[in-house]
């Protein structure tokens, strides 16, 4: 037996020693050496930071600031006198922690590669400028310059590039449709290159998407262009139209950013306004069905009214005008157009408006919706707020039944957030603007527009299903299961066709006007791109026979909003103060002011040439 032991032990031995030294070697490594990253991870890393800053983001500057400026939605509780001027805001979508830094790296080790690896890492290294333009974009459009092309080279310079410049507007707009065009050429051809698979958590690793989202940035620069440099922006929209790889043209080819299946948007709540009255009413008399994803209903279902009646406390008058009442003087049913259209219902949005008693109907709700019975108080919204579900998945809803009834919740209802970064619609929204300001194209204006709408549609509609919006299904408060379904949310079928069969979405009237409503209206979603086209487009447009802009009176004088974000002081023990400076002075702006004429007068590169408010397109 000894024996046997001993052969077994002399034949590991020989097992060993026959093993190759390589081999022990790369396992036994100085831990002290950084092994080589790998680049896939990288980029994964790189597209979860594309949509950072998202509580601050949405908290102060799309709440407070953007779609109150933007006559999307009022401040919370109505537009004071105060509302135009500016207090704390986000520092903008994160460029120079996790997402740059990532971007850069893969672009330098990229090119350090061996030839034949750096040749089959190429397409991997493209789609890392269209994840550092996209973000780059959104922060320009808010302050202006920004540092860009020197941005995040310390690492891979000797000395250490520690005081990169700021690159302005027309700098960096050049540079990103180089870096794009660069980018397109490369995803022409992609075959054996290396591919992120499912590491890639928007497009699956499929190159030809990227390539046509990169289209889709050009278009985003060619529309801050059509009144800096129409020509050029023209151009763009041709190449685009033109492009071997295609543009984005189909509901799959939308950038929808979803960073894991635990993310669910920020855990915290937001201050959010009423809808905009005559933007509500707006898309109710054309029955557009995306003012049901972007507002939430009220209050005043069925069953809430009848309590109402039998309490003998007023209706809104607003909800009043659309009920039907028995013999016996109770709820019998809803007047055209019936639930769910009953259930939105905006508020005025000038700050007169707000003070003026006989508007405490939108702006008093709590005192004057507020009733008891059987010993229960409760009270009632019956105004329109942003759908928070947009911004976040994670939070309960209880539906408004009677005090004392029923309780009805949705909960545990928390799927992965979804947010659109970029989309068909858009693309198809810009071709048909483009078409109008004379570019080349091969379809018309009136087929890229419908094919927009369409696309604007039902991606709202997809948003609202996958972040599970409270209504969407059925309305759980009616027993009777017609009733419940016809009170739901989601897209029905002869909606969209419906919509494009009316005048307001005829273009051969007033044909620019309606394309940049659409436009104004497919980017609720995306905030920074609503602020950019109404500063470019003067839409809506004051007088308008469709969506009228409202004048924002204040003891009936017309208050002066502002066309960009105040941007701070540089302080001298700043590394790179010098350079910080100079690119602020370079644009003329006045810093750590948030007086609204300073912030109206000194405009962005893009924003000098543009309309003013309300004006109306050039």
């Known amino acids: 037996m000894k024996s046997i032991y001993l052969i077994i032990f002399a034949l590991m031995l020989m097992i060993a020693y026959g093993c190759d030294k390589d081999e022990f070697a790369e396992i036994n490594t100085n831990p002290a050496t950084l092994s080589e990253p790998d680049l896939r991870f990288s980029a994964t890393k790189a597209i979860q930071q594309m949509y950072n800053n998202d509580y601050t983001t949405w908290f102060y500057d799309n709440f407070q600031y953007i779609y109150p400026w933007t006559q999307v939605t009022t401040t919370q509780g109505g537009n004071g006198f105060a509302f135009h001027e500016m207090g704390a805001y986000s520092g903008g979508q994160g460029l120079y922690g996790d997402l740059m830094r990532q971007t850069r790296d893969i672009q330098f080790r990229v090119d350090a590669l061996p030839e034949e690896d750096k040749a089959i890492h190429q397409a991997l290294r493209a789609i890392t400028y269209a994840m550092q333009i996209q973000p780059a974009i959104t922060n320009i459009d808010n302050k ?26 027309e700098e960096l707009f050049n540079t990103w449709l180089s870096e794009l065009n660069a980018a397109i050429a490369i995803l022409d051809d992609t075959e054996g290159q290396v591919t992120l698979g499912q590491q890639d ?63 669910h948007g920020t855990g915290n709540g937001f201050w959010i306004g009423y809808g905009n009255k005559t933007l509500v009413d707006f898309m109710l008399t054309n029955k557009d069905p995306r003012v049901r994803f972007h507002f939430k209903k009220n209050n005043f279902n069925a069953e809430v009214v009848q309590a109402f009646l039998d309490v003998d406390k007023d209706l809104p008058p607003y909800v009043e005008q659309y009920v039907n009442l028995d013999g016996e003087g109770n709820f019998d049913s809803w007047k055209a157009p019936g639930e769910p259209w009953v259930r939105f219902h905006g508020a005025p949005i000038s700050p007169d408006a707000t003070i003026d008693g006989d508007n405490d109907i939108y702006f008093n709700q709590g005192v004057l919706y507020r009733i008891t019975m059987d010993g229960v108080e409760k009270s009632y919204s019956a105004t329109s707020l942003f759908n928070e579900k947009v911004t976040r998945t994670t939070y309960n809803f209880t539906y408004p039944t009677k005090p004392g009834g029923r309780i009805i919740e949705l909960k545990d209802n928390d799927p992965p957030l979804n947010v659109i970064l970029g989309s068909a619609a858009e693309t198809n929204l810009y071709l048909a603007e483009f078409k109008l300001l004379g570019a080349t194209l091969p379809m018309t204006a009136q087929e890229y527009f419908n094919k927009g709408v369409e696309l604007s549609i039902l991606r709202a ?24 379904e016809a009170a739901a949310t989601k897209l029905r079928s002869t909606e969209i066709t419906d919509l494009l069969a009316l005048p307001v979405c005829d273009l051969s009237v007033d044909g620019l006007e309606k394309v940049y409503i659409q436009q104004y209206i497919n980017f609720m979603n995306t905030p920074g791109d609503i602020w950019t086209t109404v500063r470019r487009s003067g839409i809506p447009k004051k007088g308008s026979a469709y969506l009228p802009w409202e004048s924002f009176l204040a003891s009936g004088a017309e208050m002066t909003i502002p066309r960009r974000f105040v941007v701070g002081e540089p302080t001298e023990d700043d590394l790179n103060y010098a350079n910080k400076k100079a690119g602020i002075d370079a644009q003329g702006f006045t810093t750590g002011t948030n007086d609204p004429g300073t912030l109206n007068t000194e405009r962005l590169w893009f924003d000098k040439n543009n309309p003013n408010y309300g004006a109306g397109p050039k």
């Not at 020197?150 to 507007?169: G, I, R, S, Y």
């Not at 497009?203 to 620069?221: F, H, Q, S, V």
């Not at 509609?461 to 419940?484: G, H």
Request: aromatic share 12%.
């Open 144 to 169: 202006g310059s920004i540092f860009y092309s020197e941005a995040v080279l310390a690492p891979f310079t000797n000395p250490p590039l520690l005081t990169p410049k700021m690159d302005n507007q």
């Open 201 to 263: 958590l928007v497009y699956g690793g499929d190159y030809a998407k990227w390539a046509k989202y990169c289209n889709l940035l050009k278009l985003k620069i060619a529309a801050r262009l059509v009144n800096a440099n129409r020509e050029k922006a023209l151009d763009i929209a041709e190449e685009v139209a033109g492009s071997s790889v295609g543009y984005m043209n189909e509901l799959s080819d939308d950038f929808v950013y979803h960073r894991g299946i635990k993310y």
């Open 461 to 484: 509609d997809a948003l609202a299903k996958n972040n599970q919006l409270p209504y969407y299904e059925s309305d759980p408060v009616y027993t009777d299961p017609i009733e419940a």
